[in-house]
């Protein structure tokens, strides 16, 4: 699961990533960014931790968001460097879930545009919203346009060209009337037809309001992304909690009247915007938690693991993790009869421990 962090320039993403990875990146304030971070930050788990404790296994592994964070997108206007600003979105498109990171703390760091120390999320959000939606327009309608071309010419993929044009043709009125993709209920063919343009619109998207207060007001309006969680973090102080000892960091985490770190309500908010599961594994050596979508089958959860196990899918073995736990052994498991064998399209459900039979 691949999530970039999106924001202008200065509004903490280095800050908020630094809070959520095991291994922070010097922040340089003033200077310009310009590679993108990428680290894995691990979901804490405790039934995971629980499972750890009763196998003992050599390796307890986590799973993992993989984060990216790139440089901030300044805002331009209208038209001004809209290539160059459309060609550093497309790197962007590669992500499966999006976190929109908007400032509300007193900055002197924007440097691009003065008398900007202000906080304003609700103007960043709507810029930001703007940004990618007009980003989604020009690939929509650069195809478009391609299309009735090749129509035109009466090219020999007719029918699949006008089934692809039709869905296009939806989503780019909607983009032009200022909406979002949120509303376009795609059936899985037309999903399927424009699957590979990676349109944000139609992507899972988490909004965070970094600053010390929640506040914002007015951030209903340039919502048309739809954003399926909210979080309102103090992304300094966690960077700042992160750097320590990991002995050290519950104490102050009461302190500062902070839940959970950071880390964790990240990949919370990113569990619920996407619809992602955790099952386990527990082999011999590891024991080990991996994320899944929602509704998704054995068999991917195969895939997920190694494609040779998808490949040669027998059945998998399926329980609970509870029931494991209960049991205090997979032996004892198996003697309850709590063991089920499922096939390839059985839908895997959050907490199941699958172990893959397969010919590979
Ligand atoms: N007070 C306060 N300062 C913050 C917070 N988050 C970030 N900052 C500061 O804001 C400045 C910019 O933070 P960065 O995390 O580098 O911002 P960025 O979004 O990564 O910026 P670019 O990479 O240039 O796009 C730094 O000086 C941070 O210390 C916060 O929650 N509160
Ligand atoms: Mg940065």
Redesign the pocket.
Known sequence: MRVA?L????????????AVVDKPVP???G???TDTHVQVAKVRDERLDRLGALLKPKKLTAAGLEIW?????PPGSGERDKERRIRRLAELREADAYVL?V?????D?YAYEPGREQPDPAAELGWLVEELLTADFVVADGRIQRIRENLRRGVRTQDKDKLELAVLERCSALLEAGEGLASLDLDAADEKRIRGYQLFGLKPFVLLV???EPAAEGLREGMVLRPKARLD???????EVQAMDPAERPAFLEEFGIDSPAAQRLAHAVYRAVGLISFFTVGGDEVRAWTLRDGRTAIDAASKVHTDLADGFVRAEVFDHQELLDAGSEKEVKARGLMRLEHKGYVVKDGEVVHIRSTK
């Open positions: 962090l924001g202008l320039p200065g509004s903490g993403k280095t800050t908020v990533f630094n922040l340089a304030p200077a310009l960014q964070d790139p440089p901030g997108l990171v400032r509300n703390f007193v900055s760091s970094n600053g010390p973090l103090d992304a300094q102080v966690e960077a």
